[in-house]
């Protein structure tokens, strides 16, 4: 009887844990804070001569260019949540994602799309200004030129209709 009673409690004797209790610990996590944005060029606005880089901007800051769009620089006055402000010199006005600004000689015009925006394709004697993304007081500027020159004529503005004088 005796070998039969130890039997049987050996196997519970293997079930208990004479040592201390082991601290058991939590998974670490961690916080999914959005990447920093970045832009091809970093800072490098020398870049943007040619009228086509990506930057990143945070402060005022002078683009100097060389005539695309019929613009020899853009001031960005400052960056918002929304987006940024700017001036060319012939105009000032607010970029925010998912807008394109163009600018060509003798006029300029702007559209707006809902999500990912979509690099604006080069257009001859077009400069377009697009703000990809916005996160922490630092904005990436995108420019794009078809290069200096005249914009194509459904651009250009109308001639003027001069009457004819008859006597």
Sequence with gaps: MKRALLFLLLPLAACTNDSEPTETRAPATTSSAPPAVTAADGRDYGACLDGTC?????????????GQGGVDRISVRAVTAEGIEFSTGDGSGILTPGCVSTLYENGSGSRCSSGEPAKPEPVDGVLAMQVVDVRDGTAVLRLVSGGAGPPPSS??????VIPTWRP
Excluded at 155 to 160: A, E, G, I, K, W
């Design 155 to 160: 651009l250009r503005p109308p001639l003027p």
């Design 54 to 66: 990506e930057v990143l901007v945070s402060e005022p800051v002078d683009i100097a260019l060389t």
